[in-house]
Nanobody, 118 residues
Framework: QVQLVESGGGLVQAGGSLILSCVAS????????MGWYRQAPGKQRELVAS???????NYAESVKGRFTISRDNAKNTVYLQMNSLKPEDAAVYYC????????????WGQGTQVTVSS
């Protein structure tokens, strides 16, 4: 079992920055993908950014150039540096870790609220 604990959400003015952190504890394996998703009210959950164990990254078009995902494998931690925040970035941000290779798994954090005031 894996537990994911997010931190770093909060209220920020448009144009400001926040950094989210997510620590994975429990039985974690290498060769997985850690990522951040977000869900705004009335909208579907969407991928924001992901990063593999080998640090290959993937970003949603809407955050490219503004957000940076990184991970510390030794600490089982993934970060999301969010710069130039916009009101449309406001959402609950969820941390995810999944592994497609056997033994596969897919775990979610409880979510952290990001609010951006205009």
């Amino acid at each position: 079992q894996v537990q994911l604990v997010e931190s770093g959400g909060g209220l920020v003015q448009a144009g400001g920055s926040l950094i989210l952190s997510c620590v994975a504890s429990g039985s974690t394996l290498t060769r997985n993908v850690m990522g951040w998703y977000r869900q705004a009210p009335g909208k579907q959950r969407e991928l924001v950014a992901s990063i593999t164990s080998g640090s290959v990254t993937n970003y949603a078009e809407s955050v490219k150039g503004r957000f940076t995902i990184s991970r510390d494998n030794a600490k089982n931690t993934v970060y999301l540096q969010m710069n130039s925040l916009k009101p449309e970035d406001a959402a609950v941000y969820y941390c995810n870790v999944h592994r497609d290779l056997f033994p596969s798994y897919d775990y979610w954090g409880q979510g952290t609220q990001v609010t951006v005031s205009s």
